[in-house]
């Protein structure tokens, strides 16, 4: 009886395993900020700062596509002077939309079966309805979280997969995903091993750039300080570990060097 079980089981994780064989970087929006202290505080203040930010579009073998992150909203690229948020001094824009440029790659929103976001904040989850079939992968703290706000910023019957701590996405090595809390509750990251590049972190907003990563900075306006000194040191010992890149989102000028879609890394 055992024995059988363990074949069926083999068999399954068999039938299972993939490997991730592209991975693109799409540009889905991008800011400029007044005062770059409110990320940094102390440091840099009254200093403009821009920031990018992608979604990560991820081709599994066996699996089909996962999106990583959903970016700001594509009804920004209708708004040439952008929208700003007041509070942060930071003006968002959008050149393309994200529907234009999964269709440039061949994609349409129905091909993609699982959206996993790092968090819940706007810039993150923009386009969730264009996804509506697709598999949402979170943390549980983040569902937690965003359903307890007044606005609820997901629905609340989306299919979802809710995750408590790390997790090895399809078990074969090839997605896993790093809880990173401290930023937002249930923040999360993820570590994408690819045949060609190597393992890459898409860090989320657990670090918004270079400096503040350098120096370990974290934002005033983060739930968790002490969270998110134990989120960065825990990616910076996967990075160093796993030889890993870290891919900081909002980091423009390390975005700014990467290849983005139609292009793609394997
Ligand atoms: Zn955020």
């Known amino acids: 009886m055992w024995r059988v079980l363990l074949m069926l089981l083999m068999l399954t994780t068999t039938a299972r395993a993939g490997e991730v064989d592209r991975l693109y970087v799409i540009d889905c929006g991008s800011a400029h900020a007044e005062d770059q202290s409110l990320w940094s505080p102390g440091v840099n203040a009254g200093v403009p700062i821009d920031f990018s930010d992608n979604c990560y579009l991820i081709r599994h073998t066996a699996e089909g596509y996962l999106l990583w992150d959903t970016g ?24 393309r939309t994200l529907a234009a440029v999964l269709g440039e790659i061949g994609v349409s929103p129905a091909d993609i079966r699982y959206v996993a ?11 969730l309805e264009l996804f509506a079939n697709a598999t949402l992968i979170m943390q549980k703290a983040e569902w ?4 307890a706000q007044p606005q609820k910023p997901i629905a609340a019957d989306r299919k979802t997969r809710l995750l408590d701590g790390d997790s090895d996405l399809f078990d074969d090595g090839s997605l896993t995903v790093l809880s990173t809390p401290g930023h937002t509750p249930g923040h999360q990251s993820l ?52 030889h890993a890149q870290l891919w900081i989102n909002h980091d423009r000028p390390s975005s700014d060097s990467r290849r983005h879609a139609p292009q793609f890394y394997e």
């Open 72 to 95: 700001i909203t594509d009804r920004l690229a209708a708004l040439p002077d952008g929208q700003t948020v007041a509070p942060l001094r930071q003006t968002w824009r959008r050149a």
């Open 191 to 242: 570590l994408v091993h690819l045949p060609r590049t190597g393992n890459v972190v898409l860090s989320g907003d657990a670090v918004h750039f270079q400096s503040n990563w350098d120096n370990r900075r974290i934002p005033s306006f983060n739930f968790s300080k002490e969270q998110s000194a134990a989120s960065m040191d825990k990616l910076a010992r996967l990075v160093a570990d796993k």
């Open 144 to 147: 937690d979280f965003a359903m």
């Open 117 to 127: 976001i790092s968090h819940t904040h706007p810039d993150h989850i923009g386009n």
